[in-house]
């Protein structure tokens, strides 16, 4: 199981990125899956998540500019992030703490999975 992120880059101040999680398998449901950051020197911090119920939790930092979504028939999860400022920059990760997916063998549990991360940067 992967799970591969994608949509960083750098944007200006006020600006909007879409980020995408996709699992490299097909997905049957999954507890949570969530999106962290980090910025250099700092630790990694959670920024937004949801359950597979569709139950979403942000940081206060992120509320009312930031949306996570989960597109069960592409396996992907989406973070829309909008009115970025300087402070939301840094390299952004993709969370499952565990996922029911479609193996060879049948349906399997993965726990505990993290993506590489995608890069953000906001300028001013």
């Known amino acids: 199981v992967q799970l591969v992120e994608s949509g960083g880059g750098l944007v200006q101040l006020g600006g909007s990125l879409r980020l995408s999680c996709a699992a490299s398998v097909g997905v049957f449901s999954f507890n949570t899956m969530s999106w962290h950051r980090q910025a250099p020197g700092e630790q990694r911090e959670l920024v937004a998540s949801?359950?597979?119920?569709?139950?979403?939790n942000y940081a206060d930092s992120v509320k009312g500019r930031f949306t996570i979504s989960a597109d069960n028939a592409q396996n992907t999860v989406y973070l829309q992030m909008s009115s970025l400022k300087p402070e939301d920059s840094g390299r952004y990760f993709c969370h499952s703490d565990r996922l029911l997916f479609n193996s060879t063998s049948g349906p399997r549990w993965a726990v505990d999975y993290w993506g590489e991360g995608t890069l953000v940067t906001v300028f001013s």
């Open positions: 949801i359950t597979g119920g569709g139950n979403t």
